[in-house]
């Protein structure tokens, strides 16, 4: 059985489209850190994310998506997302495996490769009062804006439902 092939950028962006979801996207230089984007803030407005691929002891995986400054209490989080004990930080092959990115690439947009269905998205609720919400287009050298609630219905789309949680502190 071979493994579906991963998405890329482009056919992201074909797919948002198929679904008539507006999306904005500008291209930078790769960034691998929170700290390292903090200079597009003010070429990209809206709610910039952070991202923590997480799993338990189950191997359940998990992908909480954050504003970019909030605290995640990885000792309690389990107690919110239904995880079957404590998390911890899932390894890069599994990332790449189910959604077809590399660490500082990590993206809500990743559930577009999630065909196995083996992550359960999490999207903290203060993130989800933005508007818009920046996201990477499964690498990190750009950074696309799309709605909120279009970020759900891509989510639905995929065959997944994002949980909106209070995860942050």
Known sequence: MTEPSLKTRTELFAFLDGLGIAHKTLDHPAV?????????????PGGHTKNLFVKDKKDNFFLLTVEENAVVDLKTVHTIIGAASKVSFGKPEKLM???GVI??????????NDTGHNVTFVIDSALMEEEIIN??????????SIGSQDLLRFM????????????AG
């Open 32 to 44: 691998f850190t929170v700290a390292e984007s903090v200079s597009l803030r003010d070429a990209i």
């Open 97 to 99: 495996e189910y959604l």
């Open 103 to 112: 660490p500082g690439a990590v993206t809500a947009f990743g559930a577009i």
């Open 135 to 144: 996201c990477h287009p499964l690498a990190n050298d750009a950074t696309t």
């Open 156 to 167: 639905e789309a995929t065959g997944h439902t994002a949980l909106v949680l209070k995860v």
